[in-house]
T-cell receptor
Framework: TQLLEQSPQFLSIQEGENLTVYCNSSSVFSSLQWYRQEPGEGPVLLVT?????EVKKLKRLTFQFGDARKDSSLHITAAQPGDTGLYLC????????????FGQGTILTVHP | DAMVIQNPRYQVTQFGKPVTLSCSQT?????MYWYQQKSSQAPKLLFH???????NEADTPDNFQSRRPNTSFCFLDIRSPGLGDAAMYLCATSRDYPKPYEQYFGPGTRLTVT
């Protein structure tokens, strides 16, 4: 069974601060997806990383996939209250189409 | 825009009264998933359809069943809801080719059991 450890579980910061969320596993993933979920809504796909060492940027968000494709990070620069939400990482194995292994999630609160 | 739609967004049912949640998609994806999510936790996969093939997760209670009459629609039936079944239910879709297998979620249905 693949496991994906996500940390921290809770993050409460002031507007303008930087933060990093981590997802780690002992398993190799063929791809890893990051989602953001607002209260009462479904998760929205932010990015998919596929290649080991890959770095993708989405405005103030930077996503990195580890060289061995076992870990990933999400870095937010100058966080804003609109970044508040539940962030989920989810890994796909190469052998099972579509089924994802989810991290536990990080609840981010950005205070104005 | 291609999307995943869930109806209703909010559903209230009584203890033991059967309820059906619906999902439709315009993405033409051949895989559809149903998840249960409780209070800011990660979604928990209940089952999925790969085309018409139904795949149940080992720990999904028998109380939960699903139907997929065609590619676009999928239903979640809860035969006898208990208080513990109150949760957000999420539908998601993905294609099986090519990689990566990205999942796209609907907005969810919030189920309340009274």
């Amino acid at each position: 069974t693949q496991l994906l450890e996500q940390s921290p579980q809770f993050l409460s910061i002031q507007e303008g601060e930087n933060l990093t969320v981590y997802c780690n596993s002992s398993s190799v993933f063929s791809s890893l997806q990051w989602y953001r979920q607002e209260p009462g809504e479904g998760p929205v796909l932010l990015v998919t990383v596929v290649t080991g060492g890959e770095v993708k940027k989405l405005k103030r968000l930077t996503f990195q996939f580890g060289d061995a494709r076992k870990d990933s990070s999400l870095h937010i620069t100058a966080a804003q209250p609109g970044d508040t939400g539940l962030y989920l990482c989810a890994g796909a194995s190469g052998t099972s189409y579509g089924k994802l292994t989810f991290g536990q999630g990080t609840i981010l609160t950005v205070h104005p | 825009d291609a999307m995943v739609i869930q109806n209703p967004r909010y559903q209230v049912t009584q203890f033991g009264k059967p309820v059906t949640l619906s999902c439709s998609q315009t993405l033409n994806h051949n895989v559809m998933y149903w998840y249960q999510q409780k209070s800011s936790q990660a979604p928990k996969l209940l089952f999925h359809y790969y085309d018409k093939d139904f795949n149940n997760e080992a720990d999904t209670p028998d109380n939960f069943q699903s139907r997929r009459p065609n590619t676009s629609f999928c239903f979640l039936d809860i035969r006898s809801p208990g208080l513990g079944d109150a949760a957000m239910y999420l539908c998601a879709t993905s294609r099986d080719y090519p990689k990566p297998y990205e999942q796209y979620f609907g907005p969810g249905t919030r189920l309340t059991v009274t």
